[in-house]
């Protein structure tokens, strides 16, 4: 009697198919070596005795969260938003270093906001500066897509984890081209930001009040369930889950008592933006996320945002330590005439969807989307699978039916980017490089790699003070 | 120098894998034996000199039609239905062959009319027969999910190819579960009906044809499009077809200037109703398929229907001629605590969505509805591509993301089942054995394959008169 031989091969091919070729069972391992100067704090943080069951707490708290549409009201009320305050995406940053399309949509709120009459008077103001303030949308329980620009008297979205009363904001979706959050601040822009402000956010907030109050409020988690079934990835593609927004929430606004014509253009206005959802998808993400901070030793990525300037990632066992590094020119498509030549590198908060697992994350989901952000419907089911590479864990609620039904790539795992090299990969619009322009293509784009052995090496000296 | 070696290798694959070990390039054909008895017909319309032109004509005049929703009416307008005549799924049928559920959907239809105060009385009317009249769906340019039954007072979807003027019809898709398409006639399907016909027909008049007059009639075959890339297949699989017509229309039943209520209703009731797009769907793929009908020397299939007992298709080159066989029981899950015993037959008029290319042909693309009708995830995408060996061609319009965006197959060759013995794969409802029940599952089921050979047998025949 022969021992049978198996061959557990990692690395290069050569040796493999080598054994393979004699008829011995071999295992391949897609092995690659660590990003460079980690191996000393990845051997810190994997010895940290934390690190396992931080990880699994992060991981059930972000996946037992369920976000539920609860109101809609302006900033001013809901986040104290003063006049001369300006929210804004991604990691802290200064108007001297902020892009242009973040410019161009600060320089649209402050006209939306009566702080100036033309947005171009408000370059003297930011530049200025003591009567305005920037911060980030995260540091107020926010997140805004693209330039993420929120001021007071913009509507916003309230989700909320019913079980814990934990909430978060998002603003109400422009549509796509000429709009603030890419920058754009022309006088159709600010007629639109006037309209969603008088016709829009209260015939919403009445709709959703009285939704919340006759058969309770839209189960933002559970259409998200739907929409992965639907084609969507919910960071580039909404088109689902705006129409199951629109069914739950169009009853209530035709009862609502409001003008039979300002409820036609409503819906008009939602149904003809196919990411209006996206502004609850990206709150969504982040009520998830936000129920995984704060664990000590634990390795999970619990936010990446991006300001037009600087990519940032916050981790559960770092607090509010922001990683920061460069953010990246996308690889896509450009509408129009548009090139790579007049792109601003990634910005927004968007890229929540693909923390929480959703977004480039679940492009096996929404094969069609190669057709909006480029590369082929084979690279869009390697994708998935590959992020399963640096995720702690699956989502059961969120699944993949090609992959038949397998839950979602969820927790990005600090340590597992920084052993295996592999980026985490992003869905993502592309904003004009000039304040004004607009949205300009859509493509895929990757953090700046030097992020995540920053924030392993704080990790890991967390674990050696501990000690 | 040696000539390298080749192998065509058709049928078991022991030959092929011998070959293949011994480093030798294979393509492999999966050649199977055509139907039994069908060879001698086989080879006289392979050798008709009309096939190949026919075909490609039959094929590009079903692919050239776009289905707009121009109208919504009664059928007694629309199709000059008289109090008495009742239109059924499938092919012709009399009240003594009819299975349990076309008896329970016709008693109700009785009631609904007025021909009778309690459903059982009508018994009594169809056995006597000489005042009601039975016809199929189709022989009045109509077809009928389920049991199909169409009433005068009943409201009716109007489909136009706007090119031809061609039209064809459809009632209003009534939900799921008791209601008269699955055969039940209790007072809730009556109640019911009595709705769709007093509050929701009218509306839906007033909104199609305001909706024609402003932004023109609603594109239902492009629906279809987006609806492929959105996880339905457009038989078992409504979901976001509903959720764009709902867009498409809810702007201007809002402003038809009903009674706000009413219009909520009617918004709640098609939004809560995952299947109203069925009945869009079947009469666009009808429009499409008439068109390639009495194209002498065509083999391909224009309807298959079934009316709970036969199964019967209809076939380009053979005018109005119905081959017909025992309609099968589907394989697939059963609600609550029904299972096989409980099911009916096949039943109803939406295989044109397979005939069309849909349906259970489009599978692949709607993987999540293995979870309704069984089977698993790589069953769907194995069952799309092998309908592609008995179909004519593919639907540039309608196409499947996850197979890199091939055209769903489309025109079902009566030669092509005959030679390779492939049934063409349908998805169905199940509908209760017993008159009253309603929809006891759903599932996967075939035609019966006698019918195949039996349009092969006139096709052959009328190719030999041609001589």
Redesign the interface.
């Known amino acids: 009697m022969t021992t049978p031989t198996h061959v557990v091969s990692a690395g290069a091919d050569l040796f493999a198919d080598a054994v393979a070729e004699q008829a011995v069972a071999v295992t391949r391992v897609d092995w690659r070596p660590p990003m460079p100067g980690t191996e000393a704090d990845l051997a810190v943080v994997a010895a940290d005795p934390l690190r396992r069951d931080a990880n699994q707490r992060a991981l059930a708290a972000m996946l037992g969260v369920t976000a539920h549409l609860v109101d809609v009201a302006p900033a001013s009320e809901l986040l104290g938003l003063e006049p001369g305050q300006f929210l804004h995406a991604g990691p802290p940053i200064a108007w001297e270093r902020a892009s242009g399309p973040l410019r161009g949509a600060l320089m649209g709120g402050a006209a939306l906001e009566g702080l100036v009459e033309d947005p171009e008077d408000a370059v003297a103001l930011f530049e200025k500066g003591s009567d305005v303030s920037l911060e980030p949308c995260h540091h107020r329980g926010t997140v805004g897509p693209m330039a993420g620009v929120v001021t007071p008297s913009m509507w916003m979205f309230v989700l909320e984890d019913l079980a814990t009363g934990a909430r978060t904001h998002c603003s109400l979706n422009e549509g796509l081209g000429k709009v603030l959050r890419y920058g754009a601040y022309g006088p159709e822009v600010l007629t639109r930001l006037r309209w969603m402000r008088e016709v829009l956010g209260p015939l919403l907030q009445r709709a959703v009040r009285s939704t919340v109050d006759s058969t309770g409020p839209v189960d933002v988690t559970g259409i998200l369930t739907?929409m992965l079934?639907?084609?969507?990835e919910a960071h580039n593609r909404n088109?689902?889950g705006t129409?199951?927004l629109?069914?739950?929430l169009?009853?209530?606004m035709?009862?609502s008592?409001a003008d039979?014509?300002d409820?036609?253009?409503s819906?008009?206005f939602i149904?003809g933006n196919d990411h209006f959802f996206l502004n609850l998808a990206m709150p969504a993400c982040k009520l998830a996320l936000d129920a995984a901070r704060g664990i000590d030793g634990s390795t999970m990525v619990v936010a990446m945002a991006r300001n037009g300037t600087d990519f940032g990632i916050q981790v559960a066992g770092t607090g509010d330590e922001w990683f920061t590094g460069p953010a990246q020119l996308a690889d896509g498509l450009f509408l129009g005439d548009y090139g790579p030549d007049d792109a601003n590198p990634d910005i927004g908060d968007s890229a929540i969807t693909e923390t929480a697992g959703i977004g480039g994350f679940a492009m096996a989901t929404a094969?069609?989307i190669?057709r909006l952000v480029g590369g082929?419907?084979?690279d869009a089911?390697a994708t998935t699978r590959r992020m399963h590479e640096i995720t702690l864990g699956e989502n059961p609620r969120w699944t993949v039916?090609?992959?038949?039904?397998q839950g979602v790539p969820s927790g990005i795992d600090v340590t597992r980017v920084c052993r295996t090299g592999i980026l985490p990969q992003i869905n993502t619009g592309m904003a004009g490089r000039q304040a004004g322009v607009g949205q300009v293509g859509a493509g895929l784009v990757t953090p700046p790699a030097e992020i995540f052995p920053k924030a392993l090496a704080s990790l890991a000296e967390r674990s050696r003070s501990r000690r």
Chains 1, 2 share one sequence.
Do not use: H, Y
């Open positions: 739907q079934q639907m084609g969507d088109r689902a129409l199951m629109l069914r739950d169009a009853p209530a035709v009862a008592g039979a014509s409820v036609a253009e819906l008009r149904g094969p069609a190669v082929s419907v084979p089911l039916p090609v992959l038949e039904f």
